[in-house]
T-cell receptor, first 111, second 114 residues
Framework: DTAVSQTPKYLVTQMGNDKSIKCEQN?????MYWYKQDSKKFLKIMFS???????INETVPNRFSPKSPDKAHLNLHINSLELGDSAVYFC??????????FGPGTRLTVL | AQSVTQPDIHITVSEGASLELRCNYS??????LFWYVQSPGQGLQLLLK??????LVQGIKGFEAEFKRSQSSFNLRKPSVHWSDAAEYFC????????????FGAGTRLAVHP
C-alpha cells in the first residue's frame, strides 16, 4: 500500500526514558514532518525535513531530535521523557508545496 | 500573527441535515487552505484544498468549501450529513510559496444524531 506509516502505534514508558518513533513514506515525497497533537486535539508542527535537510524547527525542547536517513524516512528520538510529552505524534509527508499526507499517529504515554 | 480560528468547538446535527463548519484565518499573504478530517483513533485525511482559481472547491465524501477572501474564511459544507461523518474536522492554512508549514485550527467535533 502507498501511505505514510509509523511505528509503534502505541508507546507507554516511564519518565526519564529515551524512546524513538519511526516514520516511512512510499509516496515519493520530498518533504516530511512531525506534528504533536495534545490532549485538546491541538495540532502543532514540530519539525520538517526536505530532502534530508532540516527546514522547519519550531520551539521544541532539544530533548527531541529528528533524524532523516533518507527522503523516505523521518524518525523522532526523544530523550529524558517527561509527563508533558504525552501526546499523539503524527508524521506527514508532501511534495514541497502541496497537501500533506498524514500517518496514523503514535500515542505516547509517559507515566 | 498567522492563525486559524474554528469558532465552533462542538456541533451536533441530525442525520440528513445540512452542515456548515466555519473557518477564519489570519495570514500575511494569500494562503493555501485545507480541510482535514480525523476519525476517532485515526490519522488525518484530506477532504479538500484550495490553491487558486474557482473559490468553490469540491472534495471527497460530498464535502465542499468556499474561499471568501474578503471575509478571510474557508467554510466547509455538506448538504446532507451521514452518521459516518461524525469526526473531528480541522481547517489549516499554509504558504502559497516556500516550505509547507501548516497552521491548524483547534478543530470542530461533529456529532451526528440518528
Amino acid at each position: 500500500d502507498t501511505a505514510v506509516s509509523q511505528t509503534p502505534k502505541y508507546l507507554v514508558t516511564q519518565m526519564g526514558n529515551d524512546k524513538s518513533i519511526k516514520c516511512e513514506q512510499n509516496l515519493g515525497h520530498d518533504t516530511m514532518y512531525w506534528y504533536k497533537q495534545d490532549s485538546k486535539k491541538f495540532l502543532k508542527i514540530m519539525f520538517s525535513y526536505n530532502n534530508k535537510e532540516l527546514i522547519i524547527n519550531e520551539t521544541v525542547p532539544n530533548r527531541f531530535s529528528p533524524k532523516s536517513p533518507d527522503k523516505a524516512h523521518l524518525n523522532l528520538h526523544i530523550n529524558s521523557l517527561e509527563l508533558g510529552d504525552s501526546a499523539v505524534y503524527f508524521c506527514a509527508s508532501s511534495l514541497t508545496v502541496t497537501e500533506q499526507f498524514f500517518g496514523p499517529g503514535t500515542r505516547l504515554t509517559v507515566l | 500573527a498567522q492563525s486559524v480560528t474554528q469558532p465552533d468547538i462542538h456541533i451536533t446535527v441530525s442525520e440528513g441535515a445540512s452542515l456548515e463548519l466555519r473557518c477564519n484565518y489570519s495570514y500575511g499573504a494569500t494562503p493555501y487552505l485545507f480541510w482535514y478530517v480525523q476519525s476517532p483513533g485515526q490519522g488525518l485525511q484530506l477532504l479538500l484544498k484550495y490553491f487558486s482559481g474557482d473559490t468553490l472547491v469540491q472534495g471527497i465524501k460530498g464535502f465542499e468549501a468556499e474561499f471568501k477572501r474578503s471575509q478571510s474564511s474557508f467554510n466547509l459544507r455538506k448538504p446532507s450529513v451521514h452518521w459516518s461523518d461524525a469526526a473531528e474536522y480541522f481547517c489549516a492554512v499554509g504558504p502559497s510559496g516556500g516550505y509547507n508549514k501548516l497552521i491548524f485550527g483547534a478543530g470542530t467535533r461533529l456529532a451526528v444524531h440518528p
